[in-house]
């Protein structure tokens, strides 16, 4: 797959899995990790999706600092700061697989970052 179609299908990928976090974050049956990982995951890709269109190479990674910190040597700013970034990070993992633990992100917080990651990414 040519590396522009695959920018575009982790665009596509991270558009699912802001829909299933919006989904998620309003029901009661499911853990709030379960919702932040869908949050986690779509900003995981948008920042792939960039470093691709970017022709930037990447590890296999949750790291979201990692990636963030990638697009930044390559001459692309974030529009949000990292320290807020990093906040999504337990979600991919860590938090999905121990129940004393819990995150400090409200929804309406990882909801922001999303948007405007999404937004970001949009328009390059």
């Known amino acids: 797959m040519k590396s522009a179609d695959y920018a575009i299908l982790l665009i596509s990928l991270a558009e699912s899995d802001i829909a ?4 998620l974050s309003i ?9 932040m990982f869908h949050a986690q995951q779509a900003v995981e890709k948008m920042l792939k ?8 190479e990447f590890r ?3 790291d979201l600092i990692e990636l963030a910190d990638k697009v ?3 001459g692309k ?7 807020r970034l990093s906040q999504l990070i337990p979600y991919a993992v860590a938090l999905r697989y121990d129940n004393d633990q819990t995150g400090n992100l409200t929804f309406a917080e990882a909801d ?7 937004e970001w990414v ?3």
Not at 20 to 23: G, L, N, R, S, T
């Open 27 to 35: 029901s009661h049956d499911v853990r709030e990790e379960t919702a």
């Open 112 to 118: 922001m970052i999303i948007s405007v990651i999404r």
């Open 20 to 23: 299933a976090f919006h989904v």
């Open 72 to 74: 930044e040597r390559h």
């Open 122 to 124: 949009l328009t390059i």
């Open 77 to 83: 700013y974030l529009p949000i700061d990292k320290e």
């Open 49 to 56: 999706s960039v470093l691709i269109r970017m022709g930037v």
């Open 60 to 62: 296999k990674t949750h």
